[in-house]
């Protein structure tokens, strides 16, 4: 089954900078990329998801990018506020098989004011 | 439009002891799941359901069922309650086509502690 990297787990930033955050997959056949932001004791909410057909997708203040060849995607974050604090997940799914996403373990971003 | 409704939000249990957790969805999703969350370790799935009257294990089933009462209610049984089963348990909803597709919603989770 699908295998799902992220890294770091752990980002702390002055407000102000960029944060990126990267995740890695196994399965090649993984054509769906989502990001998803949980604020403490609230619930997961997806904030931006890619797929494979394209290299990269912008909403406003942040990116995915995905490099299929080498099968990693990650998020990046510009001029972070502390609102941007928050535990950042990425997944990998496959539409054209179990669609089941895969999570990443979670990365806790810890923005500084 | 409440999206997905889980209930409840907060539960104690004794070893051995059983509960159910509700989920129900008003989007008209197919697919619907249940994952639990702990500390480092991400969102692991647990059973999954792509349609009314289908289920399916996911990464760690073992401990637990679950029943797809209809089309927006899909619920997750503990029948004998272990301390490794302490977790915040979240519910959620997904379709293959439309606006929403493959894109997870999820309920308010539940946290759940076995003493």
């Known amino acids: 089954g699908e295998n799902v990297e992220q890294h770091p787990s752990t980002l702390s930033v002055q407000e102000g900078d960029s944060a990126v955050i990267k995740c890695t997959y196994s399965?090649?056949?993984?054509?769906?990329f989502p990001w998803y932001k949980q604020e403490l004791g609230k619930r997961p909410q997806l904030i931006i998801d890619i797929r494979s057909n394209v290299g990269e997708k912008k909403d406003q203040r942040i990116a995915v990018t995905l490099n299929k060849t080498a099968k990693h995607f990650s998020l990046h974050i510009t001029e972070t506020q502390p609102e941007d604090s928050a535990v950042y997940f990425c997944a990998a799914s496959n539409s054209g098989g179990s669609y089941i996403p895969t999570f990443g373990r979670g990365t806790s971003l810890i923005v500084h004011p | 439009n409440a999206g997905v409704t889980q209930t409840p939000k907060f539960q104690v249990l004794k070893t051995g002891q059983s509960m159910t957790l509700q989920c129900a969805q008003d989007?008209?999703?197919?697919?619907m799941y249940w994952y639990r969350q702990d500390p480092g370790m991400g969102l692991r799935l647990i059973y999954y359901?792509?349609?009314?009257?289908?289920?399916d294990k996911g990464e760690v089933p073992n401990g637990y069922n679950v029943s797809r009462l209809n089309k927006r209610e899909f619920s997750l049984r503990l029948e004998s309650a272990a301390p490794s089963q302490t977790s915040v348990y979240f519910c959620?909803?997904?379709?293959?086509?439309?606006?929403?597709?493959?894109?997870?919603?999820f309920g308010s989770g539940t946290q759940l502690s076995v003493l």
């Open positions: 359901s792509a349609s009314e009257g289908t289920t």
């Open positions: 989007m008209n999703h197919n697919s």
């Open positions: 959620a909803s997904s379709d293959l086509s439309g606006d929403s597709y493959e894109k997870l919603f």
């Open positions: 399965d090649s056949a993984s054509n769906y």
